[in-house]
């Protein structure tokens, strides 16, 4: 969806990690979609309560999510956590969460989630945990 501004998408500052720069230094943007996606991933990347900067609804409880038993707890946490965060997105612009898969490695975990905006548009995309 290239016009996603007109559904309540709004563009950022491109961030992968830091910002992403062109060869002058000059931060480049993100498209709204795009700009929505990064909010995504960096919500679930992000220690719930860890940083002043962001609200009590943003981030998970990745530490919790990680010490649990086994990995059914921890992918039932997780997915509970998920839906909770990002269906608070202040913007608006997360109708529902949909599918979420794991694919765990000996000391990590990639999840996969599947999100569902207020315009039917459903972006895919990944977020790496590690420590367990």
């Known amino acids: 969806l290239e016009s996603g501004e007109a559904a309540g998408y709004v563009g950022a500052p491109a961030f992968d990690g830091d910002f992403v720069r062109d060869g002058k230094n ?32 943003f981030g998970i409880s990745l530490t919790e999510i990680l010490q649990a038993d086994t ?31 794991f694919d765990w490695g000996s000391d990590s975990v990639k999840v996969t989630v599947e999100v569902v905006g207020i315009d039917g548009a459903a972006i895919d995309f990944e977020v790496n945990l590690e420590g367990r």
Not at 26 to 33: F, I, K, L, Y
Not at 72 to 95: I, Q, S, V, W
């Open 26 to 57: 000059c931060v480049q943007a993100a498209s709204p979609m795009d700009a929505w996606k990064q909010w995504c991933v960096n919500c679930l990347s992000m220690e719930r309560y860890a940083s002043p900067l962001y609200s009590s609804d």
């Open 71 to 101: 990995r059914a707890e921890a992918e039932a946490m997780f997915r509970a956590e998920a839906k909770e965060a990002l269906e608070a997105d202040p913007y608006g612009r997360t109708d529902y969460v949909g599918e979420i898969t």
